[in-house]
Structure formats: C-alpha cells, structure tokens
C-alpha cells in the first residue's frame, strides 16, 4: 500500500486527510510490472543462449509469424517506433538472419523477410518461448489459462477501441 502525506492546509494548520493509494489496484501498472519481468526474463534468456537482443528477438518472431513485411507493418504490430525497428532489422541483416528487398509495387517501401537461418533461429527460440511460458502459466488450471486469455483479449480490445475514439496514442501503462 502507498500513503501520500498531503502538505498542511495553508490557511488553517489544520493537518489534509492522509490519501491511502494501492498502486496495484491499477492494471496498467500491474500489466506494466508484469510485462517488464517477463521482458527481463526473456532477455536473459536470450543473453545467455543466443547472444540476442530482445528487441531482435520480437522483431525476428514477428516475421516468422506474418512473413515478410515492411518497416510500417512491422511498427504496428510490435507497436514500438519505426526508427528503432529499422536499427534493429539492420542488426538482423547483418547477422544473417533477415533480409532486405525493395517493394516491387512500391520502390520507396522496403520488405523485410527471414532468412533460412533467420527461420531456423526464430523456430528454435519460439518452442523456447512457448516453454518457458508453460513455465509461467504452470501456476494456473487450463480453465484459468483460457479465461486469463480471453479476459486479457476483451480487455484490449476495448483499450484499443478507447484508443481509436480518442485519437491518441498512450504513452504510460498508469
């Protein structure tokens, strides 16, 4: 539990009321938390077994799942800033694992794709994933596994459509 100590009133010297705040009673904050140690996790991981970033490993898997895409496409599924995505793509490049084409009905769009070893490396680190997420979700019943799914699944997509309505992109999971 988090207690804020508000400043004594000015006018009176009369003590504020003390504000009692859970900060786990937000779910961004909790999605946030939770996000960021599975993220670290993961980096480990991935530090330790495949000298790879996390950043290259998202956008590697990412691939692997919708095939080649551009740099836009790229942005709105990992929902991270193009600039970042292009230095991480040219990372992928240059360690072979991704490849570059120019768009042949937009010359001004590049195509990213996997190469057999970028297939090869994002199959090997998927089947880590979906143990290591076995791991994790081991502490709940196969019922609790697919209502987490589905609660998590309405939940974004109701954020999703409040994002859409707004106009603005979100900058903070509070």
């Known amino acids: 539990m988090t207690t804020l100590l508000l ?8 003590p504020t009321p003390t504000l009692t705040f859970e900060l786990d009673s937000l779910l961004g904050y909790r999605l946030q938390r939770l996000a960021s140690t599975f993220a670290a996790l993961t980096q480990r991981e991935l530090e330790a077994a495949e000298a790879m970033t996390l950043p290259e490993y998202r956008v590697l898997v990412t691939l ?11 942005q709105r599924a990992l929902m991270l800033d193009k600039a970042w995505i292009s230095r991480t793509v040219a990372r992928l ?7 570059q084409v120019a ?4 010359a001004r769009r590049t195509v990213i794709g996997l190469t ?5 490396t994002a199959a090997r680190l998927l089947r880590r994933a979906k143990r290591r997420q076995a791991r994790i979700l081991s502490t709940l019943s196969a019922e609790e596994v697919s209502q987490l799914f589905a609660l ?3 939940i974004q ?3 999703d459509a409040l994002h859409q309505r707004e106009g603005k992109r ?4 509070l």
């Open 157 to 159: 997509a109701r954020v």
């Open 116 to 120: 057999p070893a970028g297939v090869h």
């Open 64 to 74: 692997h799942s919708t095939g080649s895409a551009g740099v836009s496409a790229l």
């Open 152 to 154: 998590t699944s309405r």
């Open 93 to 99: 490049v240059a360690k072979g694992l991704a490849h």
């Open 103 to 106: 768009d042949i009905r937009d």
């Open 7 to 14: 400043p004594r009133s000015r006018t009176r010297g009369r």
């Open 170 to 173: 979100s900058t903070g999971a």
